[in-house]
Structure formats: C-alpha cells, structure tokens
T-cell receptor, first 109, second 112 residues
Framework: GESVGLHLPTLSVQEGDNSIINCAYS??????FIWYKQESGKGPQFIID?????DKRQGQRVTVLLNKTVKHLSLQIAATQPGDSAVYFC????????FGQGTRLTINP | DGGITQSPKYLFRKEGQNVTLSCEQN?????MYWYRQDPGQGLRLIYY???????QKGDIAEGYSVSREKKESFPLTVTSAQKNPTAFYLC???????????FGSGTRLTVV
C-alpha cells in the first residue's frame, strides 16, 4: 500500500543553524507533495508544497526539494528559530493525501 | 476570515457513551476529512467525504460514524464500539481543485 516514511523521528539543531527534514515516499503516481508544521495541541499548518513537475520550491526561510528518481522529499529551514520547534509532517498524493509519521524538531539555544 | 472550526476543544466521555465532534468550514470546500492522532504518532484517516451525502471509510473507521448532510459540516460520532477512543481528533477540508488540506485546531477526547 501507499506509505510515506521519514528517515528520522527527531531532529535537534542549534538556533541559527539550517535544518533539513527528510521524507521518503513510495507512490510513484503521487503528483503533489506538501509539508505541514504542527505545534503542540494544535492542528497542522501548511508550510510549503510542490508539484511533481518541479524539483525545488522556495518560500520564506523554507525550501522544499523533490527527487522523484529516489522518491525523496526534503524540507530545509534556514536560520532556525525557537518558534520553529514543532513536529513536521510530509504528505503526498494524487487525489488524497497520505501523511508521514512526522519529525519532531527541537531547537537548542 | 474563512476557516475550519472544530468544537469542543476538549471533550470528556464516560465509557459506553457516544459523543459527537463538530467540524464546520466556511471555505466552500467540497472534501472533508477526519483524522485521529495518538501521542507521538502520525495522522490516521478515519472517514472522508468528497461531496455532500457521500462519504468513505478510511483506514480506521471501526467504532466511528459520520454524516455529510451539508457542505459546510462533517460531524464525527465516536461510538461505544470504539475500544480506545482517547486521542486528538483533527478535521480537514480541501477544495475540488486541490488536495492541499486546511486543518482545524483539533478536539482532544478523553474517556473517563
């Protein structure tokens, strides 16, 4: 069946460093990929998305990279701040999203 | 502002009782979804609806029921048949032209 997995369940970075969160997916038919941020006790919030016809997309301090050859998706956060502490979910799909397990990002002062 | 509203934020249920979680959206989205999230876990799909008066089971539908009588509303009932209902429940919606989901703020259900 479809699955979206993450390489690491937790990631700890120093404040000010760049963070890279990785995600593997298995469904070659997926044409849409998205990252969400979930703070404790809240619903997931949209960060950035990308379609399969692109390999890179940039937002404010965030970049999503898509490698369809190896079915890999990554989220890069520049100059990580304390407010970036959260669980980050990747999701992929064509008609309906399939979510990964999530990576907890913690920021060390 | 458009958005998706879940209520209540916290809900307590005695064993053997049914409870209904509310989800309302004013985004004019066609599709709506219910997810369950356990501590330290990902999102598991309970039910989803792509149009009014139609819905499909997700991966963990047993012990849950839904209705979709109005486009704006997609209530979830947690029945007494659900053996371990304590969890964080998330509702989401998406338009017909995109599968970018908008999530509500969640309802935390605790069985006491």
């Amino acid at each position: 069946g479809e699955s979206v997995g993450l390489h690491l369940p937790t990631l700890s970075v120093q404040e000010g460093d760049n963070s890279i969160i990785n995600c593997a997916y298995s469904n070659s038919a997926s044409d849409y990929f998205i990252w969400y941020k979930q703070e404790s006790g809240k619903g997931p919030q949209f960060i950035i998305d990308i379609r399969s016809n692109m390999d890179k997309r940039q937002g404010q301090r965030v970049t999503v990279l898509l490698n369809k050859t190896v079915k890999h998706l990554s989220l890069q956060i520049a100059a990580t701040q304390p407010g970036d502490s959260a669980v980050y979910f990747c999701a992929e799909g064509a008609q309906k999203l399939v979510f990964g397990q999530g990576t907890r990002l913690t920021i060390n002062p | 502002d458009g958005g998706i509203t879940q209520s209540p934020k916290y809900l307590f249920r005695k064993e053997g009782q049914n409870v209904t979680l509310s989800c309302e959206q004013n985004l004019n989205h066609d599709a709506m979804y219910w997810y369950r999230q356990d501590p330290g876990q990902g999102l598991r799909l309970i039910y989803y609806s792509q149009i009014v008066n139609d819905f499909q089971k997700g991966d963990i539908a047993e012990g849950y029921s839904v209705s979709r009588e109005k486009k704006e509303s997609f209530p979830l009932t947690v029945t007494s048949a659900q053996k371990n209902p304590t969890a964080f429940y998330l509702c989401a919606s998406s338009s017909g032209s995109s599968i970018r989901y908008t999530f509500g703020s969640g309802t935390r259900l605790t069985v006491v």
